[in-house]
């Protein structure tokens, strides 16, 4: 990785560093499905039930219309309303569907193609680009701050885009020249570029 970076800055620092944990995709591969560590295993009251897979109306994914940020820009109370909604879905999911986006498919299609190239890597290549000491970007798990703390059975490559001072270039991996910073900026669509200089 290169040096001089600074932390990323739209990190909590109460958060603390994240903890180096060994990749998911080489325990899957090395570990019989009946020894799986106990970190990954949830406690019973955390496993979804079959009753609870059953959405009803109130408790189905958050969409976020990405319309609302951009048709409403001179409008404070729309823009606030799915602004509201945004962070309700933060908060109580962690996670939502976002519409409207104009982002094509074909974009999409190829992030997931390259995505997936990349996690077909060798290991060693992949750690290349690893997650560091208080920068929340890179290959492996990030905000894992305790020894104990349950996590999720899989790896991320969490990488910034937007704004520019976050995007590190060094830690976007070299797979595919379809998949850099400047090929997604250039692709994305020009209501997305606006929200983001506004953010």
């Known amino acids: 990785m290169a040096g001089g970076e600074a932390a ?9 560093e994240s903890i180096q944990v060994e990749s998911v995709q080489e325990l899957a591969l090395n570990v019989h499905p009946q020894a799986v560590p106990q970190r990954y295993i ?7 039930t079959s009753a609870s897979l059953l959405l009803s109306p109130q408790s189905a994914i958050p969409v976020i219309d990405m319309n609302n940020f951009i048709l409403h820009t ?7 309303i799915e602004m509201d909604r945004l962070s309700s879905a ?12 104009g ?29 560091q ?7 492996g798990k990030i905000f894992v701050v305790a020894e104990d703390q349950k996590l999720d059975w899989g790896d991320l490559l969490a990488l910034a885009l937007m704004p520019n001072k976050l995007k590190n270039l060094a830690l976007w991996p070299t797979v595919s020249t379809k998949f ?16 983001l200089k506004r953010c």
């Open 8 to 16: 990323d800055s739209f990190v909590n620092p109460n958060w603390g």
């Open 42 to 48: 949830r406690p019973p009251e955390e496993r979804p």
């Open 74 to 80: 001179e409008d404070d109370a729309a823009r606030q």
């Open 90 to 101: 933060c908060q109580e999911w962690g996670f939502f569907q976002i519409v409207n986006h």
């Open 103 to 131: 982002i094509p498919h074909s974009l999409l299609d190829g992030i997931k193609g390259v995505a997936k190239e990349f996690f077909n890597l060798p290991l060693q290549e992949k750690q290349k680009y690893a997650t």
């Open 133 to 139: 000491p208080g920068v929340f970007q890179g290959y």
């Open 180 to 195: 850099s910073a400047e090929v997604l900026l250039r692709s994305m669509p020009l209501k997305w570029k606006e929200l």
